[in-house]
């Protein structure tokens, strides 16, 4: 089992940065891989982002490549997603999630737990 509690989330404006947390219990944080994802209102789970349990792979989709960065610390069982340039089409709740098989996919069905969320809200 692995418990995943975001963190970080609130309302910016746009243009603004954010960084939001991940901490992770209940099994050894860098044999996994770790990934974020959002649901905007109305619209589908969306990835947006996941790293490799050591922390040397990465991969983005285009739409946040370039101004979202994932990293981890494996001292401290915590994944972040660094958010630059925010825009209002980035307000969606933001969700982590770990990989036990380590793909770093973007389907959200490849991953096997999940933490609650949190809200991040982009003014104009």
């Known amino acids: 089992q692995v418990q995943l509690v975001e963190s970080g989330g609130g309302l910016v404006q746009a243009g603004d940065s954010l960084r939001l947390s991940c901490a992770a219990s209940?099994?050894?944080?860098?044999?996994?891989?770790m990934g974020w994802f959002r649901r905007a209102a109305g619209k589908d789970r969306e990835f947006v982002a996941a790293i490799s349990g050591n922390g040397e792979r990465t991969n983005y989709p285009n739409s946040v490549k370039g101004r979202f960065t994932i990293s981890r610390d494996n001292a401290k069982n915590t994944v972040y997603l660094q958010m630059n340039s925010l825009d209002p089409e980035d307000t969606a709740v933001y969700y982590c999630a770990a990989d036990l098989f380590g793909r770093l996919s973007p389907r959200d069905f490849d991953y096997n737990y999940w933490g609650q969320g949190t809200q991040v809200t982009v003014s104009s």
């Open positions: 209940g099994r050894t944080f860098s044999d996994y891989a």
